[in-house]
């Protein structure tokens, strides 16, 4: 059904981990997304990539990593998390910036221990 | 910043009952969007409306931009089992050109 695959679907971790989420689509889009989906919370915009140029960080913590290196795969490494940061990390693309519909990825359910 | 309120945080209907959701933003919108997201699931792109005081339909739905363009609402009429999820609105903002996801809805429909 989705353009948008992302894996691993779920993941456990420790807090000394260090791990990577991947995305990719197949929709030959040029902008993609890691958004975080936490329960009872709207959904949180993390980084954007417009033609693999990251356009926004809101201010997310350094021990997220985002890395894109290509408009099809757009990778969050992540190290040292904490409990705090288990939560559904959606990821998203679009044709374009403004006034495209996003299409989204399953998600990786993660849980920090 | 932009800010895309959304209201009510919950719903439960009994199935055949009407439903609303409400989106109002602190600034003029380009467009606004609506998504759904299942239980479990993942957002999925509902549509998009752009013209002041627009309304389009789908099914029982039916979907209308203010004429300010700094509102919204989604209305379901003779909700079904199968509507059960959260609606998200999303406005992209004229100055920011960023879409901004309000809080969503969740929709309980009771058999």
């Known amino acids: 059904e989705t353009g948008v695959t992302q894996t691993p679907r779920h993941l456990v971790m420790g807090m000394t981990n260090k791990k990577s989420l991947k995305c990719e689509q197949h929709l030959g889009h040029n902008a993609m997304y890691w958004y975080k989906q936490s329960a009872k919370k709207p959904l949180e915009l993390m980084f954007v990539?417009?033609?693999?140029?990251?356009?926004e960080n809101n201010s997310v913590p350094s021990r997220f990593s985002p890395e894109c290196p290509n408009s099809s795969h757009l990778f969050l490494h992540l190290h040292t998390l904490q409990p705090e940061d288990s939560a559904l990390y959606l990821c998203a693309s679009s044709q374009g910036m403004q006034a495209y519909e996003q299409y989204f990825g399953p998600g990786t359910r993660l849980t920090v221990t | 910043g932009q800010q895309v309120m959304q209201i009510p945080q919950y719903q439960h209907v009994q199935e055949g009952e009407d439903f609303t959701t409400y989106c109002n933003s602190s600034?003029?919108?380009?467009?606004i969007q609506w998504y759904k997201q299942r239980p479990g699931g993942h957002p999925v792109f509902l549509i998009q409306l752009v013209k002041s005081g627009e309304v389009k339909k789908q099914k029982r739905l039916t979907f209308q931009f203010g004429e300010a363009k700094k509102n919204s609402s989604l209305h379901i009429t003779a909700t079904q089992t199968t509507d059960v999820g959260t609606y998200f609105c999303?406005?992209?903002?004229?100055?920011?050109?960023?879409?901004?996801f309000g809080q969503g809805t969740i929709l309980t429909v009771h058999p």
């Open positions: 990539y417009n033609f693999k140029e990251q356009t």
């Open positions: 999303a406005g992209t903002n004229f100055s920011y050109g960023k879409l901004t």
């Open positions: 600034t003029t919108l380009s467009n």
